[in-house]
């Protein structure tokens, strides 16, 4: 159990259920980068404020070294989780980090932002993940913000029963995660739970919320979540969070937020609230304004 004199254990007394498994579809993005979008647009409105999830995963450099070359962003934040590998990043506001295993980049692009993300390695294994979270309206235009997390300065505890946790943003047990947002409260977590194990973790019913399997396979509720299956979780009245049991050794993200309840427009790297809002940044970036 972690040393951390704030950790606390947490009690759910009425669980949400699984209400749908979600398989990704492969595709490939930046320089013809093969991975897999967990979370795809038709789902953007069903887990508002989350926008994406991309996993990327694999140990043939020909599927990942070319990286993701200068591109733009405008009306949301990235944040990217690398399991394995190193990616370097550079951006049009000064910004530069190498991001190495185990380790977080959180970006808000907010009014705009061009960037790169390279592979730094040329063979072994790259995987993580991209999640895309909304901003609300009044901050798409705020200034962009970028900041790399090493594995070392991510909050960790491990349960009693031995789920080993890793905080990436929100709260959990007592602790406060590397990164807060009041607007969308956002609770991101990486369990990794031994066989026979279970994680307990209180979500407000306003929230919207998701697992995804990427090692073995957990049950919720009594539904089997396979590995690599998104499961989103049923967002019914009374609910106060989830239970995770493991019957297997397993790994997970846990993934919450509370809705903007906002217009959602998409045209690729932008996304605004009008499609007013999408030509202005499409303008810009042509003009060479972000």
Not at 16 to 35: F, N
Not at 76 to 105: K, P
Request: charge should be negative; aromatic fraction near 8%; charged fraction near 20%.
């Amino acid at each position: 159990m972690t040393t951390n004199p704030t950790f606390q254990s947490e009690t759910v007394m009425q669980p949400r259920s699984v209400e749908q498994l979600v398989a990704g579809k492969p595709t490939s993005d930046g320089a013809g980068v093969q991975l897999t979008r967990v979370l795809t647009q038709q789902l953007q409105h069903r887990l508002d404020p989350f926008l994406m999830l991309d996993a990327f995963g694999s140990d043939n450099p020909d599927d990942y070294i070319a990286g993701f070359p200068d591109h733009p962003h405008r009306g949301f934040e990235t944040i990217t989780y690398m399991i394995a590998g190193r990616m370097l990043h550079r951006d049009s506001a000064g910004h530069e980090g190498l991001l190495e295993n185990g380790g977080v980049q959180w970006m808000t692009a907010g009014r705009g932002v061009i960037h790169s993300e390279i592979p730094q390695q040329e063979a072994g294994v790259m995987e993580g993940f991209q999640l895309w979270l909304n901003l609300p309206g009044r901050d798409k235009m705020c200034a962009p913000w970028y900041r790399d997390f090493a594995a070392a300065d991510l909050p960790r505890f491990v349960t009693e029963a031995g789920v080993a946790a890793t905080l990436i943003a929100g709260a959990s047990h007592g602790m406060k995660g590397a990164v807060t947002r009041d607007a969308t409260a956002p609770l991101y977590l990486d369990l990794h739970l031994p066989a026979g194990t279970r994680f307990t973790q209180s979500i407000p019913e306003t929230h919207n919320a998701f697992i995804y399997v990427y090692r073995g396979e957990v049950g919720v509720a009594g539904k089997t979540i396979p590995l690599q299956r998104m499961a989103i979780l049923t967002n019914a009245a009374g609910t106060d969070g989830v239970v995770i049991e493991a019957t297997t050794e397993a790994k997970v993200l846990l993934i919450a937020g509370l809705p903007l309840h906002e217009p959602i427009v998409q045209h690729g790297p932008f996304v605004m609230n009008t499609e007013q809002e999408i030509n202005q940044a499409i303008d810009d970036f042509r003009a060479g304004r972000l």
